[in-house]
């Protein structure tokens, strides 16, 4: 059996860890040898998680064009970014393209456009007609500010037209609302967090119906090794095998806690400032995935692969230290979102017969 290489830029992030994983377990598991190395500007428990695990560990910025001549100049068989975000990043690696067998870049659905221009970090959310393709027009590629939310999408265009121009077999992979061990925005934490805090009731805007496809990082794992072995140019959409409802996921999170929420469930003539989750979505947001189905993929269900992110989690929590915090904590992200005051407030207003 030969042995095939694998570099993997962000190799210690929630999305590169699990592609690593994944091609580590393929050759546990009798298939395909593969020497796995993964690429991160720093070490940490991952990465020892990695290398006790067969990986090879290199410490360096994925934006190093030294570093990335060094990794794959000699050739590799499988390269996937985890990391890339605008046309420069891509213009970095386009002169090793055609020494690798097949190229992923994972960009995002953030890249799609309605008929109004509107994407899914806009103000006024997009509203589709049914679950977004491929072939769904998408932001003008552009070269703004990545971190923010008109520019990440179109930056993220401008990469993947980068590198399926050139013409190497580039796989463009566009997962929504990615979740797993390690990942950099748990997103799950707002319903674990609520457990932990003892919460026993939870608000949910739209009585919960609310539709924002997830993907998880486990997937797009399983994805990326049928890619190695089907290299192509293309854009696949990834996500879970059915997009689950905030309730649907609350009561999965829950369920998996052994604890049960008394759902607040909210409609549209409550409170306004409160019932909002990070799956919250005035219309459905649903990827298709036919295409990627089409070459044999069979996506996870959320229910059984949140499992590892939510026992993660708990894990995390439960180590941190009386006078510190979870490492995500700091991410803008969360503000007020355990804010349980104003909650409190709603919920005596809803009990008063006034929201």
Same mark, same amino acid.
């Given at each position: 059996?030969?042995? &095939?290489?694998?570099?993997?830029?962000?190799?210690?992030?929630?999305?590169?860890?699990?592609?690593?994983?994944?091609?580590?377990?393929?050759?546990?598991?009798?298939?395909?040898?593969?020497?796995?190395?993964?690429?991160?500007?720093? @070490?940490?428990?991952?990465?020892?998680?990695?290398?006790?695990?067969?990986?090879?560990?290199?410490?360096?910025?994925?934006?190093? *064009?030294?570093?990335?001549?060094?990794?794959?100049?000699?050739?590799?068989?499988?390269?996937?970014?985890?990391?890339?975000?605008?046309?420069?990043?891509?213009?970095?690696? &386009?002169?090793?393209?055609?020494?690798?067998?097949?190229?992923?870049?994972? $960009?995002?659905?953030?890249?799609?456009?309605?008929?109004?221009?509107?994407?899914?970090?806009?103000?006024?959310?997009? =509203?589709? @007609?049914?679950?977004?393709?491929?072939?769904?027009?998408?932001?003008?590629?552009?070269?703004?500010?990545?971190?923010?939310?008109?520019?990440?999408?179109?930056?993220? =265009?401008?990469?993947?037209?980068?590198?399926?121009?050139?013409?190497?077999?580039?796989?463009?992979?566009?997962?929504?609302?990615?979740?797993?061990?390690?990942?950099?925005?748990? &997103?799950?934490?707002?319903? =674990?967090?609520?457990?932990?805090?003892?919460?026993?009731?939870?608000?949910?805007?739209?009585?919960?119906?609310?539709?924002?496809?997830? *993907?998880?990082?486990?997937?797009?794992?399983?994805?990326?090794?049928? !890619?190695?072995?089907?290299?192509?140019?293309?854009?696949?959409?990834?996500?879970?095998?059915?997009?689950?409802?905030?309730?649907?996921?609350? &009561?999965?999170?829950?369920?998996?806690?052994?604890?049960?929420?008394?759902?607040?469930?909210?409609?549209?003539?409550?409170?306004?400032?409160?019932?909002?989750?990070?799956? $919250?979505?005035?219309?459905?947001?649903?990827?298709?995935? *036919?295409?990627?189905?089409?070459?044999?993929?069979?996506?996870?269900?959320?229910?059984?692969? =949140?499992?590892?992110?939510?026992?993660?989690?708990?894990?995390?929590?439960?180590?941190?230290?009386?006078?510190?915090?979870?490492?995500?904590?700091?991410?803008?992200?969360?503000?007020?979102?355990?804010?349980?005051?104003?909650?409190?407030?709603?919920?005596?207003? !809803?009990?008063?017969?006034?929201?």
């Amino acid at each position: 059996m030969s042995t &095939r290489r694998a570099v993997v830029l962000g190799g210690t992030g929630g999305i590169g860890s699990a592609v690593a994983r994944e091609l580590l377990d393929a050759s546990g598991r009798g298939g395909d040898d593969w020497q796995v190395e993964v690429v991160a500007r720093r @070490g940490g428990p991952v990465a020892d998680a990695l290398t006790a695990a067969g990986a090879s560990f290199t410490a360096g910025d994925r934006r190093d *064009t030294s570093t990335l001549r060094d990794l794959l100049r000699p050739g590799a068989d499988l390269l996937v970014d985890t990391v890339g975000a605008t046309r420069d990043d891509a213009v970095q690696l &386009r002169p090793f393209l055609d020494d690798v067998g097949s190229t992923v870049f994972v $960009s995002s659905k953030a890249v799609y456009v309605d008929e109004q221009g509107r994407h899914a970090n806009s103000t006024d959310k997009p =509203v589709f @007609g049914g679950a977004v393709t491929e072939l769904q027009p998408t932001l003008t590629a552009a070269d703004g500010d990545p971190t923010s939310r008109d520019g990440y999408g179109a930056a993220k =265009v401008a990469a993947e037209q980068v590198l399926l121009d050139h013409g190497a077999p580039v796989t463009v992979l566009r997962p929504s609302k990615v979740y797993g061990v390690g990942i950099g925005r748990p &997103r799950e934490w707002f319903v =674990v967090r609520r457990v932990l805090d003892g919460r026993e009731r939870v608000l949910l805007a739209d009585r919960g119906r609310g539709v924002d496809h997830t *993907t998880a990082a486990s997937g797009i794992g399983s994805l990326v090794r049928l !890619l190695a072995d089907a290299p192509d140019r293309r854009i696949l959409n990834v996500a879970d095998d059915a997009a689950p409802s905030v309730l649907e996921i609350v &009561r999965t999170i829950a369920g998996h806690l052994d604890h049960t929420f008394d759902e607040v469930l909210l409609d549209e003539d409550a409170p306004a400032f409160v019932g909002t989750t990070p799956w $919250s979505s005035p219309s459905p947001f649903v990827l298709d995935t *036919t295409a990627a189905r089409a070459l044999g993929w069979s996506p996870p269900s959320f229910a059984s692969a =949140v499992v590892p992110e939510l026992d993660w989690l708990v894990e995390t929590a439960h180590a941190v230290p009386v006078d510190g915090d979870v490492p995500w904590a700091e991410d803008p992200f969360w503000d007020r979102m355990f804010d349980y005051g104003p909650e409190d407030a709603a919920l005596a207003l !809803l009990s008063l017969g006034l929201g």
